[in-house]
Nanobody, 116 residues
């Protein structure tokens, strides 16, 4: 089992920045990849960015050049640096890990609101 806790969400003005954090605990040694997803009101959950253990990164077209995913020195930490935020980035952001056991785990999410 893997437990995930997100933090760092909040209210920010358009053009501002936020850094989200995800802390994993439990059987973290089985993790193959970590990623961020988001779900806006009335919309389906979508991939924002994903990072594999080999270092391959994936970004949604809508966030390329603005968001950066990274892992901390402690391998149980993952970050999402979000710059030049837009109102359409408003959503609940979820941390997700893929494991070698074929089981995925999700955090409970952190709300990001971009508004003036």
């Amino acid at each position: 089992q893997v437990q995930l806790v997100e933090s760092g969400g909040g209210l920010v003005q358009p053009g501002g920045s936020l850094r989200l954090s995800c802390a994993a605990s439990g059987n973290i040694y089985g993790i193959n990849a970590m990623g961020w997803y988001r779900q806006a009101p009335g919309k389906e959950r979508e991939l924002v960015s994903r990072l594999t253990l080999s270092g391959t990164t994936t970004y949604a077209d809508s966030v390329k050049g603005r968001f950066t995913i990274s892992r901390g020195n402690a391998k149980n930490l993952m970050y999402l640096q979000m710059n030049s935020l837009k109102p359409e980035d408003t959503a609940v952001y979820y941390c997700k890990v893929d494991t070698q056991y074929g089981v995925d785990y999700w955090g409970k999410g952190t709300l990001v609101t971009v508004s003036s």
